[in-house]
Protein backbone atom coordinates (compact mmCIF):
# COMPACT_ATOMS: atom_id res chain seq x y z
CA UNK A 1 0.00 0.00 0.00
CA UNK A 2 0.97 3.43 -0.74
CA UNK A 3 -0.33 5.87 1.56
CA UNK A 4 -2.37 9.05 0.12
CA UNK A 5 -0.57 12.41 0.76
CA UNK A 6 -2.62 15.00 3.06
CA UNK A 7 -1.43 18.33 1.31
CA UNK A 8 -1.40 20.46 4.56
CA UNK A 9 -0.25 23.31 2.06
CA UNK A 10 -2.93 22.81 -0.27
CA UNK A 11 -5.28 22.91 2.38
CA UNK A 12 -4.05 25.55 4.00
CA UNK A 13 -4.50 28.07 1.62
CA UNK A 14 -8.04 27.18 1.04
CA UNK A 15 -8.14 28.15 4.74
CA UNK A 16 -6.12 31.50 4.49
CA UNK A 17 -8.67 32.07 0.72
CA UNK A 18 -11.96 32.02 3.03
CA UNK A 19 -10.51 34.03 6.02
CA UNK A 20 -9.68 36.38 3.41
CA UNK A 21 -12.96 36.43 1.83
CA UNK A 22 -14.41 36.72 5.42
CA UNK A 23 -11.94 39.63 6.49
CA UNK A 24 -12.62 41.86 3.28
CA UNK A 25 -16.79 41.34 3.91
CA UNK A 26 -15.75 42.56 7.76
CA UNK A 27 -14.34 45.60 6.28
CA UNK A 28 -16.86 46.04 3.63
CA UNK A 29 -19.58 45.42 5.43
CA UNK A 30 -18.91 46.51 9.14
CA UNK A 31 -16.23 48.49 8.78
CA UNK A 32 -13.91 46.32 10.94
CA UNK A 33 -10.33 45.28 10.53
CA UNK A 34 -8.80 42.00 12.55
CA UNK A 35 -5.52 42.60 14.20
CA UNK A 36 -3.33 40.07 15.31
CA UNK A 37 -0.42 41.16 17.57
CA UNK A 38 2.76 39.41 18.63
CA UNK A 39 4.99 39.57 20.36
CA UNK A 40 8.92 38.11 20.64
CA UNK A 41 11.30 38.30 23.32
CA UNK A 42 14.95 37.66 22.66
CA UNK A 43 16.48 36.51 19.44
CA UNK A 44 15.98 32.55 19.44
CA UNK A 45 16.43 31.70 15.02
CA UNK A 46 13.25 29.74 14.87
CA UNK A 47 10.87 31.84 16.79
CA UNK A 48 11.55 35.04 14.46
CA UNK A 49 11.14 32.44 11.32
CA UNK A 50 8.02 31.56 12.62
CA UNK A 51 7.23 35.42 13.81
CA UNK A 52 8.27 36.77 10.11
CA UNK A 53 5.43 34.06 8.64
CA UNK A 54 2.81 35.16 11.00
CA UNK A 55 3.40 38.58 9.92
CA UNK A 56 3.04 38.27 6.30
CA UNK A 57 0.15 35.89 6.49
CA UNK A 58 -1.50 38.02 8.87
CA UNK A 59 -1.09 40.73 6.14
CA UNK A 60 -1.65 38.55 3.13
CA UNK A 61 -5.00 37.50 4.31
CA UNK A 62 -6.13 41.54 4.94
CA UNK A 63 -5.69 42.14 8.60
CA UNK A 64 -3.85 44.30 10.17
CA UNK A 65 -0.28 43.00 11.98
CA UNK A 66 1.03 44.16 15.26
CA UNK A 67 4.91 43.21 15.99
CA UNK A 68 6.63 43.71 19.30
CA UNK A 69 10.23 42.52 19.12
CA UNK A 70 11.43 42.90 22.63
CA UNK A 71 14.95 42.56 23.70
CA UNK A 72 16.21 39.41 25.45
CA UNK A 73 16.84 41.20 29.06
CA UNK A 74 12.92 42.24 29.02
CA UNK A 75 11.78 42.05 32.28
CA UNK A 76 8.67 40.69 33.40
CA UNK A 77 7.38 43.70 34.68
CA UNK A 78 7.90 45.18 31.10
CA UNK A 79 6.22 42.30 29.04
CA UNK A 80 3.31 42.30 31.29
CA UNK A 81 2.96 45.86 30.73
CA UNK A 82 2.84 44.83 27.06
CA UNK A 83 0.02 42.68 27.50
CA UNK A 84 -2.07 44.78 29.65
CA UNK A 85 -1.95 47.78 26.94
CA UNK A 86 -2.87 45.04 24.07
CA UNK A 87 -5.78 43.39 26.13
CA UNK A 88 -7.34 47.09 26.07
CA UNK A 89 -6.68 47.94 22.95
CA UNK A 90 -9.55 47.95 20.44
CA UNK A 91 -7.63 47.61 17.06
CA UNK A 92 -5.93 43.99 18.79
CA UNK A 93 -8.21 41.13 18.52
CA UNK A 94 -5.50 38.48 18.79
CA UNK A 95 -2.70 38.40 21.05
CA UNK A 96 0.04 36.16 20.69
CA UNK A 97 3.42 35.34 22.76
CA UNK A 98 5.68 33.62 20.37
CA UNK A 99 7.68 30.90 22.42
CA UNK A 100 9.54 29.28 24.60
CA UNK A 101 10.67 32.95 26.51
CA UNK A 102 13.66 33.35 27.94
CA UNK A 103 14.17 31.72 30.76
CA UNK A 104 14.02 34.24 33.36
CA UNK A 105 10.52 34.95 32.57
CA UNK A 106 7.44 32.91 33.84
CA UNK A 107 5.86 31.55 30.63
CA UNK A 108 2.51 30.52 32.28
CA UNK A 109 2.43 33.93 34.08
CA UNK A 110 2.68 35.84 30.78
CA UNK A 111 -0.13 33.60 29.18
CA UNK A 112 -2.58 33.88 31.62
CA UNK A 113 -1.76 37.63 32.00
CA UNK A 114 -3.72 37.80 28.20
CA UNK A 115 -7.80 38.15 27.87
CA UNK A 116 -8.84 34.85 27.07
CA UNK A 117 -11.16 36.17 24.47
CA UNK A 118 -7.83 37.28 22.72
CA UNK A 119 -5.68 33.87 23.26
CA UNK A 120 -5.77 32.90 20.02
CA UNK A 121 -3.04 30.27 20.77
CA UNK A 122 -5.76 29.14 23.30
CA UNK A 123 -3.10 28.56 25.62
CA UNK A 124 -4.84 30.59 28.83
CA UNK A 125 -5.90 28.74 31.60
CA UNK A 126 -9.53 29.48 31.12
CA UNK A 127 -9.00 28.28 27.35
CA UNK A 128 -8.12 24.48 28.14
CA UNK A 129 -10.48 24.59 30.51
CA UNK A 130 -13.25 25.51 28.19
CA UNK A 131 -11.66 22.94 25.59
CA UNK A 132 -12.00 20.16 28.11
CA UNK A 133 -15.14 20.62 29.46
CA UNK A 134 -16.40 20.88 25.56
CA UNK A 135 -17.46 24.58 25.71
CA UNK A 136 -16.82 27.12 23.34
CA UNK A 137 -12.77 27.99 23.37
CA UNK A 138 -9.89 29.46 21.69
CA UNK A 139 -8.61 25.53 20.51
CA UNK A 140 -4.60 26.07 20.36
CA UNK A 141 -4.00 25.99 16.40
CA UNK A 142 -1.67 23.11 15.55
CA UNK A 143 -3.71 20.63 16.96
CA UNK A 144 -7.20 22.33 15.38
CA UNK A 145 -4.90 22.44 12.34
CA UNK A 146 -4.56 18.39 12.76
CA UNK A 147 -8.66 17.82 13.36
CA UNK A 148 -9.25 19.87 10.46
CA UNK A 149 -6.89 17.76 8.12
CA UNK A 150 -8.42 14.37 9.83
CA UNK A 151 -12.04 15.47 9.64
CA UNK A 152 -12.15 16.30 5.87
CA UNK A 153 -10.38 13.02 5.06
CA UNK A 154 -12.60 10.53 7.04
CA UNK A 155 -15.75 12.62 7.20
CA UNK A 156 -16.99 11.32 10.91
CA UNK A 157 -14.32 10.74 13.44
CA UNK A 158 -16.64 8.44 15.65
CA UNK A 159 -16.06 5.34 17.11
CA UNK A 160 -12.05 5.35 15.65
CA UNK A 161 -9.04 4.37 17.72
CA UNK A 162 -6.94 7.41 17.96
CA UNK A 163 -3.75 7.44 19.32
CA UNK A 164 -1.65 10.33 20.18
CA UNK A 165 2.26 10.30 21.06
CA UNK A 166 3.19 12.99 22.45
CA UNK A 167 1.26 14.65 26.27
CA UNK A 168 2.83 18.23 25.68
CA UNK A 169 -0.16 21.37 27.14
CA UNK A 170 0.55 22.86 23.51
CA UNK A 171 -0.18 19.86 20.96
CA UNK A 172 -0.45 16.45 22.60
CA UNK A 173 -3.03 17.05 25.29
CA UNK A 174 -5.01 19.50 23.45
CA UNK A 175 -5.18 17.38 21.02
CA UNK A 176 -6.53 14.30 22.77
CA UNK A 177 -9.26 16.80 24.01
CA UNK A 178 -10.48 17.70 20.03
CA UNK A 179 -10.11 13.64 19.25
CA UNK A 180 -12.08 12.73 22.40
CA UNK A 181 -14.66 15.81 21.35
CA UNK A 182 -15.13 14.06 17.99
CA UNK A 183 -16.01 10.71 19.82
CA UNK A 184 -12.69 9.14 19.05
CA UNK A 185 -11.15 6.42 21.53
CA UNK A 186 -8.31 8.41 22.66
CA UNK A 187 -4.82 6.91 24.29
CA UNK A 188 -1.82 9.11 24.87
CA UNK A 189 1.64 7.85 25.04
CA UNK A 190 4.48 9.29 26.15
CA UNK A 191 8.60 8.64 27.34
CA UNK A 192 6.77 6.28 30.23
CA UNK A 193 4.50 4.24 27.73
CA UNK A 194 5.66 0.71 28.16
CA UNK A 195 5.64 -0.90 24.00
CA UNK A 196 4.84 2.21 22.04
CA UNK A 197 4.50 0.20 19.05
CA UNK A 198 2.30 -1.75 20.30
CA UNK A 199 -0.07 0.75 21.76
CA UNK A 200 0.77 2.78 18.18
CA UNK A 201 -0.52 -0.37 16.25
CA UNK A 202 -3.61 0.05 17.96
CA UNK A 203 -4.60 3.57 16.13
CA UNK A 204 -6.83 4.49 13.21
CA UNK A 205 -5.56 7.55 13.53
CA UNK A 206 -1.75 8.34 14.84
CA UNK A 207 -0.20 11.53 15.56
CA UNK A 208 3.07 12.49 16.31
CA UNK A 209 4.23 14.85 18.34
CA UNK A 210 7.15 13.97 19.95
CA UNK A 211 9.71 16.11 18.99
CA UNK A 212 12.65 12.77 17.73
CA UNK A 213 13.39 13.28 14.56
CA UNK A 214 11.92 9.60 12.62
CA UNK A 215 11.10 7.85 15.63
CA UNK A 216 7.87 6.34 14.29
CA UNK A 217 8.57 3.64 12.03
CA UNK A 218 6.26 1.67 9.50
CA UNK A 219 6.18 -1.39 11.60
CA UNK A 220 4.65 1.02 14.52
CA UNK A 221 1.88 1.97 11.84
CA UNK A 222 -1.45 -0.41 11.31
CA UNK A 223 -2.18 -0.77 7.87
CA UNK A 224 -4.43 1.61 6.38
CA UNK A 225 -3.94 4.20 9.54
CA UNK A 226 -4.07 8.05 8.81
CA UNK A 227 -0.56 9.59 10.02
CA UNK A 228 -0.42 13.36 11.37
CA UNK A 229 3.62 14.10 11.93
CA UNK A 230 3.54 17.68 13.80
CA UNK A 231 6.98 16.96 14.13
CA UNK A 232 9.46 19.89 13.24
CA UNK A 233 12.44 18.74 13.40
CA UNK A 234 16.14 19.71 11.57
CA UNK A 235 18.99 17.66 11.23
CA UNK A 236 21.81 17.33 9.06
CA UNK A 237 21.98 14.20 6.49
CA UNK A 238 24.58 13.76 3.79
CA UNK A 239 26.05 17.18 5.09
CA UNK A 240 23.05 19.07 4.24
CA UNK A 241 20.35 20.60 6.76
CA UNK A 242 17.24 18.91 6.24
CA UNK A 243 13.78 19.20 7.88
CA UNK A 244 12.45 15.95 9.02
CA UNK A 245 9.25 14.67 10.83
CA UNK A 246 8.61 12.66 13.83
CA UNK A 247 7.41 10.11 11.39
CA UNK A 248 9.94 7.82 9.25
CA UNK A 249 8.06 9.03 5.68
CA UNK A 250 9.29 6.35 3.45
CA UNK A 251 8.38 3.30 6.03
CA UNK A 252 5.24 4.85 7.46
CA UNK A 253 3.73 5.60 3.89
CA UNK A 254 4.27 2.08 2.83
CA UNK A 255 1.84 0.90 5.35
CA UNK A 256 -0.56 3.95 5.86
CA UNK A 257 -3.80 4.60 4.38
CA UNK A 258 -3.05 8.65 4.29
CA UNK A 259 -0.08 9.99 6.18
CA UNK A 260 1.04 14.55 6.14
CA UNK A 261 4.76 14.92 5.00
CA UNK A 262 6.93 17.29 6.70
CA UNK A 263 7.37 19.98 5.28
CA UNK A 264 3.87 20.68 3.61
CA UNK A 265 1.56 18.53 6.50
CA UNK A 266 0.83 20.16 9.89
CA UNK A 267 2.83 23.62 9.61
CA UNK A 268 0.85 25.30 7.28
CA UNK A 269 -2.20 24.53 8.92
CA UNK A 270 -0.71 25.77 11.55
CA UNK A 271 0.03 29.52 10.73
CA UNK A 272 -3.82 28.89 8.86
CA UNK A 273 -5.50 28.35 12.30
CA UNK A 274 -3.80 31.22 13.31
CA UNK A 275 -5.57 33.53 11.36
CA UNK A 276 -9.28 31.54 11.40
CA UNK A 277 -9.00 31.93 15.36
CA UNK A 278 -7.67 35.58 15.20
CA UNK A 279 -10.90 36.82 12.64
CA UNK A 280 -13.19 34.44 14.97
CA UNK A 281 -11.91 36.42 18.01
CA UNK A 282 -12.80 39.71 16.23
CA UNK A 283 -16.56 38.34 15.26
CA UNK A 284 -17.21 37.49 18.76
CA UNK A 285 -15.72 40.76 19.67
CA UNK A 286 -18.30 42.49 18.09
CA UNK A 287 -21.28 40.07 18.04
CA UNK A 288 -21.00 39.37 14.86
CA UNK A 289 -21.70 35.73 13.17
CA UNK A 290 -18.68 34.20 13.56
CA UNK A 291 -16.71 31.90 10.78
CA UNK A 292 -17.83 28.25 10.20
P1 LIG B 1 7.37 18.60 23.90
O1 LIG B 1 8.83 18.39 23.99
O2 LIG B 1 6.74 19.62 24.79
O3 LIG B 1 6.64 17.20 24.17
C1 LIG B 1 7.09 16.02 23.61
C2 LIG B 1 6.28 14.86 24.11
O4 LIG B 1 6.80 13.67 23.52
C3 LIG B 1 6.33 14.68 25.61
O5 LIG B 1 5.04 14.44 26.11
C4 LIG B 1 7.23 13.46 25.81
O6 LIG B 1 6.86 12.61 26.88
C5 LIG B 1 6.99 12.70 24.51
N1 LIG B 1 8.14 11.85 24.22
C6 LIG B 1 9.44 12.20 24.18
N2 LIG B 1 10.22 11.13 23.89
C7 LIG B 1 9.38 10.09 23.74
C8 LIG B 1 9.57 8.72 23.46
N3 LIG B 1 10.79 8.22 23.25
N4 LIG B 1 8.50 7.93 23.38
C9 LIG B 1 7.25 8.43 23.57
N5 LIG B 1 7.01 9.72 23.85
C10 LIG B 1 8.06 10.53 23.95
O7 LIG B 1 7.07 18.89 22.38
P2 LIG B 1 5.82 19.64 21.66
O8 LIG B 1 4.56 18.94 21.97
O9 LIG B 1 5.90 21.10 21.90
O10 LIG B 1 6.22 19.41 20.14
C11 LIG B 1 6.31 18.12 19.58
C12 LIG B 1 6.84 18.22 18.17
O11 LIG B 1 5.94 18.97 17.39
C13 LIG B 1 8.18 18.94 18.03
O12 LIG B 1 8.91 18.34 16.96
C14 LIG B 1 7.80 20.35 17.63
O13 LIG B 1 8.81 20.99 16.88
C15 LIG B 1 6.59 20.07 16.78
N6 LIG B 1 5.64 21.18 16.70
C16 LIG B 1 5.16 21.48 15.46
C17 LIG B 1 4.25 22.48 15.30
C18 LIG B 1 3.72 22.75 13.93
O14 LIG B 1 3.21 23.80 13.66
N7 LIG B 1 3.81 21.79 13.02
C19 LIG B 1 3.78 23.30 16.44
C20 LIG B 1 4.26 22.83 17.71
C21 LIG B 1 5.18 21.82 17.82
P3 LIG B 1 6.99 13.06 28.44
O15 LIG B 1 5.87 14.00 28.68
O16 LIG B 1 6.85 11.79 29.15
O17 LIG B 1 8.35 13.71 28.57
Same mark, same amino acid.
Given at each position: ?? =??? /?????????? #???? @???? $?? *??????????????L?G?DPASQVYV???? =??? /?????????? #???? @???? $?? *???????????????????Q?P????????????????????????????????????????????????????????????????????????????????????????????????????????????????????????????????????????????????????????????????????????????????????????????????
Amino acid at each position: MT =AKV /IDGKAFAARV #RAQV @AEHV $AR *LKEENGLTPGLAVVLVGEDPASQVYVRNKH =AST /IEVGMASFEH #RLDA @ATSE $AE *LLALIDQLNADPKVHGILVQLPLPGHLNAELVINRINPAKDVDGFHISNVGLLGTGQKAMVPCTPLGCLMMLRDHHGKLSGLNAVVVGRSNIVGKPMAQLLLGDSCTVTIAHSRTRDLAEVCRRADILVAAVGRPEMITGDMVRPGATVIDVGINRIERDGKAKLVGDVHYESAAAVAGAITPVPGGVGPMTIACLLANTLTACCRAHGLAEPE
